[in-house]
């Protein structure tokens, strides 16, 4: 399978690492445009940085 | 990579695992048991901790969500890689005002380890509130462990003065539970950082 492009860390420019997705329907209610019409709420992924810690939660690309 | 020592088991930076104060009432009892649980923590040598009071964030009622976000509390919910929730036992269910700062974050908590610890004043100390966190916690992205902590008849088990814990076997029931995080923080702290989803 192919590996996907890293992120990179907007606090530290290191590699992140995507762990995690999840649907958001909150962010769905706010911003309405965000909201994936097969999962009833905003598909959101998450990628933590190994170096300074942070997650980053940003639309899923696929 | 941001792996482990193999030849020690422990991490090469420090779990931070803060401890929620989960109610504002006054007269709480579970703030005696929130500082014995921050004191357990901090003694471990491969953990900090910092005790977080929900009565001192600041946090509006007349909204919800993210939309109103405690930038103090959000960054250290962020830099967290396990949490432990002291939470008393309400008719049977949770103090509001812990439910309305948990959810004030969301991707601070995805895939951290967490623990609760409940309260009462009468026996059993506060399993139903346990399990009516459960599905809060899996929708927030939260990882339980499967120790609890549990503080029955609170007001008879610490000096309601001092604080003093009185009964010793405490500190061994907690040491369980705070071992189980303590390893599942380390796991998740692991996968968060070095396994992807391809």
Known sequence: MAQREKLKCPGCGGEMNFHAEKVDYSKALADPQSMDAEFGG????????????????RPATD | MDAMDSSAGLPEKPLFIPVILGTPRKGRSSEHVANFVAAQVAARPEAGTELIDVRALSLPASDEGEAIKD??????????????????EYNHGYPGMLKHALDSNLKEYIHK???????????????RVIENLLPVMRELGLVTIFWDGN???????FDKDTGALLEPAHVRRLEKFVNELVWMAKVLRYGRENVAIE
């Open chain 1, 42 to 57: 905003a598909l959101e992924e998450f990628h933590t940085c190994p170096r300074c810690k942070l997650t980053v939660e």
């Open chain 2, 71 to 88: 930038p103090a509390f959000s960054a250290t919910m962020m830099r967290a890689d396990a949490l432990i929730l002291v939470v008393p």
């Open chain 2, 113 to 127: 380890a967490v623990g609760i610890v409940g309260v009462s004043a009468g026996p059993w100390g506060g399993t």
């Open chain 2, 151 to 157: 503080f029955p008849h609170a007001q008879k088990t």
